[in-house]
Each structure stands twice: as structure tokens, then as C-alpha cells.
């Protein structure tokens, strides 16, 4: 009798399949029919991989306000001289063209919507990518139910980013605060868009890299293994604080001014870092205070991967494998420190950034 009563219990418990009671686990996909999931959701990790890049382009070229409809689907390309021409008297309705680019040509206006229509053409094709493979595989049967709910989440969260990057462009078609030296996107919500990218990033390839590969037995039961990971936890907290503080140097254009290194224009500290009342605004919206604290997560998550190589390579025991992630996440972080300087010192190319917002998410498949 008491069995019976445990059983709703124990399925009450599961979280995407993981059991938190004592039995076996329920698998998350049908047998044998591990790689071809996996494959699929790293697929779909690349495509989400190939937008954030996409998107750190569009932002520095400034091409997301070119289209000022929002149609999530079904956004037909101009065809003819006519249409051009209703698009681009659509555009001069809002601050950008009145304000940044007044007197800019048809021949001008192109190119940066096509640079957004590429964006959202792709953001349809993700989705895509991600939507009808996943009602195939659940049709089959090949899903285990904890998946299941993995996966829908995800296809939601797919969704509700959409909406996210139009709540996005929207506030930039509105006039800005002073602190903003053109028409732009809300530095808030372009964090918000910009996070929300990343962490689906990391859940699609996180999860398929758990059906393509098996943990290494021998290390999961080594006295180190758990120092490992914490590190590698400890490391993830790093990389969010830059991430975000990324942003929000991104939604200020905070890039484009202190470009001297390793100073700031004469100073460790700018001038005027607190000069904005409230002063907890200073955090998003100063450009010195913003650039700092950029540069001050950088030199730290910087110095925490030197101290975890060093800490951990010495370790016996260590799989090779594992190793080689220590190496590779010392020569990441260097590549990323010195391509971040050239950027500054270059205000901010745009081809950079797009170099940039993949190392990031690089970082983190390691």
C-alpha cells in the first residue's frame, strides 16, 4: 500500500526527468536514439549561436530600427520601387531618420534594412529549425517526458524572445533621455533580449551535449572532480556579470568614448562616475561608469580562470580531456582580453563586436 501511495509521488518529484527520489531515472530520449537528438538540439544551439552574432551586427550597424512594423511572420521583401518607397516613408516617420539620419538616400536606407530583415528572417528559420523536428520527434515517441517539458519550455521561451526583441525595437521608435546621444534601443531591454539569447544558447547545448556524450566514469568518482566543477560554476557567475555589463555598454554605445587602455583618458577611475542622480542609474546609463565596470568584470573573470588553470592543473588524476578544457578556457579568455582592448582602442568596429558576441557563448560550450 505504501508503494501505491509513493508512486504520484515519485512522478510529482521528477524535474526533465531527473527523479529526485530513489529508482531509475526515466531516460530522456527512446533508446538508440540518442545522437540524432543530440545532434538536432546542437544544431539549433549553432542557429541560436549564429543569431546572437547576427544580432551584436545588426545592433553596431545600426540597423534594427530600419523596420518599424512588426510582423513576426510573413514579412515580405520590397519588390518594387514602390514598396521601397512606403518602407522608407515609414522610417522617416521616427526619431532615427529625423534626428541621425536625415537626408540618408533610398540606396542607404537598403542596406541597413537589410540587415534587419536578414535578423528577423533568421530569428523565423531558428525557430524553424527548432519547432518541426521537435513535433517529429514527438510524434515518434522518441522523447522521454522530462524532455518533453525541457524542450516545450524552450520552444515557449524561442517565442516569448520574439516578442522580447520587439519590446526591444519598439523603444527605440519613442524619443530618448539625454543620456542617449542618438535614437536607440532601451538599454534595459536590450539586456533582457541579449541574456535571454545566451541562456536558451546554453540550455540547447547543454542538453545536447548530454545525449551525444558520456561523462568519464573514472573522473566523476576522482577526489577532484568536484573541486572541478565548482570551479566551473564559480566560472559561469563570471561570465554572467560580463555578459550583462556587456549589454549595457552595447545599449549606450559606452564603447565609443575613454578608448585609451589601460587607463581611461588619464584615470583608473573616470571622471564623473557617480555624476547622474539617482546614482544607481549611473550603473546603466553613465558611459564611464558602465565602461569600468566593464573592464573591472573582464580583469576579474581574467584572473579567476589564471587562478583555476593553475589551482587545477596541477591536479593528478585529471582526464586529458578535461585538461585540454583548462587550456582552452586560458587561451579563450586571453583571445578575449586582447580583442576586447583592440575594440576599444578602435571605437568599437562592428565585425569586432560579431567576434566578440562569439567568443562569449564559445566560453561557454567549454
Request: hydrophobic share 45%; net charge positive; proline share 6%.
Amino acid at each position: 500500500p505504501n508503494t501505491v501511495l509513493l508512486r504520484p509521488m515519485r512522478r510529482g518529484l521528477r524535474v526533465f526527468g531527473s527523479p529526485l527520489t530513489k529508482g531509475v531515472a526515466e531516460p530522456l530520449v527512446k533508446e538508440g536514439k540518442e545522437k540524432i537528438v543530440g545532434s538536432w538540439l546542437l544544431l539549433s544551439a549553432g542557429s541560436v549561436f549564429f543569431m546572437i552574432a547576427l544580432g551584436g551586427y545588426t545592433r553596431l550597424t545600426k540597423s534594427g530600427l530600419s523596420m518599424v512594423k512588426w510582423k513576426p511572420v510573413g514579412y515580405r521583401w520590397p519588390g518594387n520601387l514602390d514598396e521601397w518607397n512606403t518602407e522608407f516613408e515609414a522610417y522617416k516617420q521616427y526619431p532615427e531618420y529625423q534626428l541621425a539620419n536625415k537626408g540618408m538616400s533610398l540606396e542607404e536606407f537598403k542596406q541597413i534594412f537589410l540587415v534587419e530583415y536578414a535578423h528577423r528572417l533568421a530569428g523565423n528559420a531558428v525557430g524553424a529549425l527548432f519547432g518541426l523536428p521537435l513535433i517529429g520527434f514527438w510524434a515518434a515517441g522518441w522523447l522521454g517526458r522530462g524532455l518533453k517539458l525541457r524542450l516545450a519550455g524552450l520552444f515557449a521561451l524561442g517565442g516569448i524572445q520574439g516578442f522580447i526583441g520587439w519590446w526591444m525595437v519598439r523603444s527605440g521608435l519613442d524619443p530618448k533621455p539625454q543620456y542617449q546621444q542618438r535614437p536607440r534601443v532601451s538599454t534595459y531591454r536590450l539586456a533582457v533580449h541579449l541574456c535571454t539569447a545566451v541562456g536558451i544558447y546554453s540550455a540547447l547545448l547543454w542538453t545536447g551535449l548530454t545525449l551525444v556524450s558520456k561523462p568519464d566514469p573514472a573522473f566523476a568518482g576522482h577526489a577532484s572532480f568536484r573541486t572541478f566543477k565548482r570551479g566551473m560554476v564559480g566560472l559561469l557567475h563570471f561570465l554572467l556579470l560580463n555578459l550583462v555589463s556587456g549589454a549595457f555598454v552595447a545599449g549606450i554605445d559606452a564603447g565609443k568614448v575613454f578608448n585609451t587602455w589601460p587607463d581611461m583618458n588619464g584615470s583608473f577611475i573616470p571622471d564623473g562616475y557617480w555624476k547622474i542622480e539617482p546614482k544607481w542609474r549611473n550603473l546603466m546609463e553613465n558611459m564611464g561608469t558602465v565602461q569600468f565596470n566593464h573592464r573591472m568584470a573582464a580583469y576579474l573573470t581574467y584572473s579567476y580562470v589564471t587562478y583555476l588553470f593553475l589551482k587545477l592543473d596541477r591536479v593528478k588524476g585529471i582526464p586529458p580531456s578535461a585538461r585540454l578544457t583548462l587550456w582552452m578556457l586560458l587561451g579563450m579568455v586571453n583571445f578575449q582580453l586582447v580583442l576586447g582592448v583592440m575594440m576599444l582602442l578602435r571605437q568599437v568596429p562592428p565585425v569586432a563586436v560579431s567576434y566578440t558576441h562569439l567568443t562569449l557563448p564559445t566560453i561557454y560550450s567549454v
